[in-house]
């Protein structure tokens, strides 16, 4: 026989149910709630960021140069040590300067004979032109002469011999005159066609002073000299004595002024960089001490187009990979900020202004 299902069952479910922990009666709803704080806090974060840049795969870089001249000599002295600071225009090196004076003086020497030689030549045009007047008066009497002879040997006054003698002799004295004109002109055309000419104004002059500054340059350079403010490296490899070939690099120069920081950032990351965005550098030799600054330029292209063997892609077996692009930083640097050497590693945060909204997602 069924048994009677007793009426008092559903009021003890519901008398259970308020007397379960107050955890469990909040369980689902803590669920469906977490999932949509989560998310709202994901948004909000989400919002939040995208207006800074961090890359870490940056260095700090400073102007190099190496020390050398284009003539070569003995080492005579060298004025500066290992690490020491230099500033524009001190004294680096010199080399042994007597044969540079020698030669200058050989061209000094030169371009004087040179003064004389011309000035030479003008006097000797003048005695020239002297010597064509003269000539000139010869042959207007041998021409007088003739010409008497021609109506004399008519009526038999001279003799036939004596009236060729008087023709040859004007014949003669013509040519003479004609060479000395020949002679003449050579002499003006060397003195550029003007008697009274300059001599610094000749290109036998201009040739002079040509190897008289050029001795003078090879001279100047004998002493080198800092291009900018800098710390000497590399100073040992030079000693006073050694013969330092010209273009050979005698140490190294590494600017204090001219120093920037340079980061590799992600192509992905470049999307809302500009130049001209403020930048905080952080460097891991100083920590908690922040540098200021702004981009001052993105490269044209990726590193990898510099390569020697950049990547050929036309093989068809090709995995993309993202790419680096150069960026450079100018640092705003205050009197009492500690030194940034070449090559210490940076942090690079780029505020880029840039905020993210909901139209972002769609």
């Known amino acids: 026989m069924p048994q009677a299902i007793s009426s008092t069952a559903p009021l003890r479910d519901a008398t259970a149910a308020r007397t379960r922990p107050l955890g469990q009666r909040l369980r689902p709803l803590l669920m469906v709630g977490g999932v949509v704080l989560f998310a709202i806090a994901g948004l909000v974060f989400w919002l939040s960021t995208g207006r800074w840049i961090s890359v870490d795969d940056a260095y700090i870089r400073a102007a190099k140069v190496s020390v050398s001249t284009d003539v070569s000599g003995i080492v005579a002295t060298v004025a500066v040590k290992e690490g020491q600071r230099v500033h524009r225009g001190d004294v680096l090196l010199r080399l042994d300067d007597r044969p540079f004076r020698i030669a200058l003086d050989g061209a000094l020497a030169d371009r004087a004979q040179t003064v004389l030689t011309i ?5 000797d045009y003048r005695r020239m032109l002297h010597g064509i007047e003269a000539s000139q008066a010869v042959v207007d009497a041998d021409q007088a002469n003739f010409d008497r002879h021609a109506v004399a040997v008519r009526s038999g006054g001279v003799s036939r011999a004596e009236f060729d003698d008087a023709r040859f002799k004007l014949a003669a004295d013509r040519q003479s005159l004609a060479a000395l004109g020949g002679e003449a002109e050579v002499q003006l055309a060397k003195l550029s066609n003007n ?5 610094t104004r000749t290109p036998a002059y201009q ?21 900018f403010d800098a710390i000497a490296t590399q100073v040992d490899a030079v000693q006073p004595g050694m013969y330092l070939a010209a273009a050979t690099a005698a140490f190294a120069l590494v600017s204090t002024e001219q ?3 340079e980061g590799q950032p992600k192509e992905t990351e470049l999307t809302n960089v500009q130049p001209g965005d403020k930048v905080e550098v952080s460097v891991d030799t100083y920590p908690g001490r922040v540098w200021h600054g702004v981009v001052e330029s993105i490269a044209p292209a990726v590193g990898s187009e ?9 093989s068809g077996n090709w995995v993309k990979v ?3 692009i150069p960026l450079r930083v100018r640092l705003d640097r205050a009197a009492d900020d500690p030194d ?3 090559g210490m590693s940076v942090t690079i945060d780029i505020d880029t202004g840039h905020r993210r909204s909901l139209a972002d997602l769609f």
């Open 340 to 342: 940034l050497r070449s």
């Open 195 to 199: 008697a009274d000419i300059d001599p």
């Open 306 to 314: 510099f390569s020697v063997l950049p990547a050929q892609n036309s």
């Open 119 to 123: 000035e030479a030549m003008k006097r």
């Open 207 to 227: 040739q002079a002073q040509a190897r008289v500054d050029e001795a003078q340059r090879q001279l100047d350079h004998t002493t080198i000299t800092a291009p």
């Open 259 to 261: 120093v920037w920081a």
């Open 322 to 324: 993202v790419q680096r």
